[in-house]
């Protein structure tokens, strides 16, 4: 979703500045649900004002410059609504950690398993935020989000700590010693193949 149609939508939350708006996404659960350039913000809500779907007020702050403060309009809010009619795009996942484990054959057993503890310690400090906000939220649809996110992390939670002997076993091994290295998956190199022709 573009960052025009996400500024609008959060906008229906409350009335907000720029800066609140970024915090929202690195301190809120808002980071793992859309990817947002935050220097972006600003001159996407300077063209939200410029369409008339914001308005935009300015709010004194003792020493220092007054802030903008942006409300949703009532244009804003139909277009925002319009917005959400449109057909949903497939998730695009992509996983710096997922690539990283995909060639953990090749990492020193000892650097794979402090990675692999720092992912469950990422989980477990996600599950406690949301469970934090669980109990914050009395809006049926917020709340369903926030479920889905808690089911999401534990699952991924319980799988790393179930599996991550399946990983760490081989790694005890010295490098040297594997007789065969790991080959792309058949499913994996026909999508490799296809894409180069």
């Known amino acids: 979703m573009d960052l025009r149609t996400i500024c609008l939508g ?9 800066y609140e708006l970024k ?37 004194a702050q ?18 925002f609504v319009e917005a959400l009619m449109d057909p949903v795009a497939e998730d695009r996942f992509r996983s710096t950690f997922i690539f990283v484990m995909y060639f953990a054959h090749l ?35 917020h709340r369903f989000v926030i479920g889905l996110g808690l089911a999401t992390y534990t699952a991924e939670l319980t799988y790393l700590k179930r599996q991550r002997h399946s990983v760490e076993a081989p790694a005890k091994r010295r490098l040297d010693d594997l007789r065969e290295p790991c080959q792309l998956s058949p499913s994996l190199h026909g999508q490799a193949a296809g894409s180069s022709s």
Not at 10 to 18: E, I, P
Not at 68 to 76: D, H, L, N, R
Not at 112 to 117: G, H, I
């Open 10 to 18: 959060l906008l229906t939350l409350g009335d907000r500045s720029g």
């Open 23 to 59: 915090k929202l996404f690195e301190d809120g659960s808002l980071g793992s649900i859309a990817g947002v350039s935050f220097g972006a913000i600003y001159p996407a809500l300077g063209k939200l004002a410029n369409e008339g779907l914001v308005s935009c007020r300015a709010e």
């Open 62 to 79: 003792k020493k220092r410059p007054d802030k903008k403060i942006y409300s949703i309009t009532p244009a804003g809010r139909a277009a």
């Open 107 to 141: 990492m020193p057993g000892e650097r794979l398993r402090e990675l692999l503890s720092e992912r469950i310690a990422s989980a477990e400090q996600r599950i406690a935020q949301l469970r934090a906000l669980e109990p914050l939220s009395t809006c049926p649809s």
